[in-house]
């Protein structure tokens, strides 16, 4: 009997606890997050002085003591990224180093006193897309 008593008592404990859990759960209302909008473009992806596309969509950006590197996406067709590269780069008097084409992808190399700049550019397979890295080292 007085085990029948320990079972029921703590079985009414346990009952309850439940409840209450129940109870705080059901009442629960989480933060409401505020949705931070999307910016895309030249604001975004400006971390050097190296230009970019207007609708370049920043992928990534790495940095070390001897180069940044600034991979992005563009619309653009790979040719108009190049074109784009060499106009910006023959118009400052940079001295192209290397342009070569390698199963789609397309690397251009520009290179003044101090510094090299080298453009790698691959189309995305099913997309629109363009992936680009713009690779600056101190030289």
Do not use: C
């Not at 008592?9 to 629960?28: D, E």
């Amino acid at each position: 009997m007085l085990n029948n008593r320990k079972v029921t008592l703590i079985s009414t404990v346990l009952i309850g606890i439940f409840l209450v859990s129940y109870v705080s759960f059901q009442k629960y209302q989480p933060k409401v997050l505020k949705k931070i909008a999307e910016v895309k473009g030249v604001s975004t992806i400006n971390t050097d002085d190296i230009p970019y596309p207007t609708d370049a969509v920043k992928l990534g950006f790495t940095q070390t003591p001897e180069s940044k590197l600034t991979t992005f996406k563009t619309e653009k067709t790979q040719t108009e990224v190049i074109e784009f590269y060499k106009n910006i780069y023959q118009s400052k008097d940079w001295k192209m180093t290397a342009d070569k084409t390698t199963n789609h992808t397309r690397t251009l190399s520009y290179q003044n006193e101090n510094d090299l700049v080298t453009i790698v550019s691959t189309p995305e397979e099913d997309t629109n897309y363009t992936i680009v890295s713009v690779e600056t080292s101190i030289r």
